[in-house]
């Protein structure tokens, strides 16, 4: 009979560790998106700099709910909501 004195960490889904870094990579296109908004002078760049903001936000938001549904703590506490009753 095996005595288990710590339990072991389930592994880190790969797919789930590969979204945070494509956050981080869209995370880091939205900052200079900005930073090129910022020192653009012609009306034309300033146009192509929101809709790159834009573009990234987008992005970052889908990453962000595709993290959250991913995640087994949201999926937790998602099923607790789930099972809770407001009186």
């Known amino acids: 009979m ?3 004195l710590f339990p072991k ?5 790969p797919e789930l560790l590969a979204l945070k870094e494509e956050l981080l990579c ?11 908004f910022d020192q653009a002078l012609a009306p ?3 146009e192509s700099c929101i809709y ?3 573009a990234a ?3 970052c938001n889908y990453l962000i ?3 959250k549904e ?3 703590e949201t999926a937790a506490a998602v099923h607790l909501e789930e099972e809770a009753t407001w009186t």
């Open 57 to 59: 936000k987008a992005r």
């Open 9 to 13: 960490k389930p592994l880190p889904d």
């Open 44 to 46: 034309e760049l300033v």
């Open 70 to 72: 991913r995640s087994p």
């Open 2 to 4: 095996k005595t288990v």
């Open 26 to 36: 869209a995370q880091g296109e939205l900052a200079f998106a900005y930073r090129q």
């Open 52 to 54: 790159q903001i834009s």
């Open 65 to 67: 709910r595709a993290i």
